[in-house]
């Protein structure tokens, strides 16, 4: 499969278990994933890299298998969840950065473009978020809100 905006094709990645059963070869109970997923989302840790973590660390291969929830349900159940999904929050970081980068240097031309595809991103990620209930109907992208996050 392609990319969005440049002409490469994708990685290739690792695939996932055949089985929907949790492994055998896993130590850890459920109340124990819960425990240590809650310790790192209140330290401020990305779902992403809470599983990334526990697979690295803990050898926990998925934790939707074991548990039966993903991440971000543990996170909700918990009271744990941020307001703005966090891919949204990377990319506005992200805006904000190249923007101050290009009012320091106007004349960089290649990174007015990525911009204008960050920002295309932005509101595609942004009308999905919105369409599954996890952004505000009226949340709305600006450089404005770039800077403010």
Do not use: C
Not at 12 to 23: D, N, Y
Not at 62 to 70: A, E, M, N, P, Y
Not at 73 to 94: A, C, I
Request: overall charge positive; proline content about 7%; hydrophobic content about 30%.
């Amino acid at each position: 499969m392609g990319r969005i905006h440049s002409h490469r094709k994708g990685k290739s990645h690792s695939r996932r278990p055949a089985s929907k059963r949790p492994p055998t070869w896993v130590t850890f109970s459920p109340d124990e994933i819960i425990a240590l997923i809650v310790k790192w989302a209140k330290e401020g840790q990305p779902p992403g890299q809470i599983g990334v973590r526990l697979r690295d660390e803990y050898g926990v291969p998925q934790v939707k298998t074991i548990l039966g929830k993903s991440i971000l349900e543990v996170f909700e159940e918990s009271g744990v969840k941020s307001d703005t999904p966090h891919e949204v929050q990377e990319l506005l970081q992200r805006a904000r950065r190249l923007q101050e980068h290009l009012r320091t240097n106007p004349g960089d031309r290649k990174n007015v473009r990525s911009l204008e595809l960050l920002e295309a991103k932005l509101h595609r990620l942004s009308k999905y978020h919105k369409r599954e209930g996890r952004l505000p109907a009226n949340w709305k992208f600006s450089t404005v809100v770039a800077q403010l996050e």
